[in-house]
């Protein structure tokens, strides 16, 4: 899943497998179901949950945005890199 989609107003609903559930927190920033025919059922009640709970949508959507704002974006990862590549070719003494 693009983590493009947490900056868009609205919470996530994905799969439990893969780099989703590293990026989906189950109930924090959306909401996982199991892969294949066995998650139908639990992908329906999710949609369901979300429909009668707008207050929830809109938790889990700007929690899912702040999640990728700090973690994701290119300026984050640009400095991540740069703090990592700065200790790795610091001398040691």
């Not at 994905?14 to 927190?25: K, S």
């Not at 973690?71 to 610091?90: G, Q, S, T």
């Amino acid at each position: 899943m693009p983590t493009f989609f947490f900056l868009l107003p609205w919470q996530v609903l994905g799969t439990d497998a893969g780099g989703t559930r590293e990026i989906v927190e189950q109930n924090v920033t959306g909401l996982l179901h199991p892969v294949g025919h066995l998650g139908t059922q639990i992908l329906s009640e999710n949609i369901r949950f979300l429909l009668k709970n707008p207050s929830a949508r809109e938790q889990m959507g700007k929690r899912g945005r702040k999640k990728v704002e700090r973690m994701y974006l290119k300026r984050h990862m640009y400095k991540r890199l740069a703090e990592v590549l700065y200790k790795c070719m610091r001398i040691k003494k």
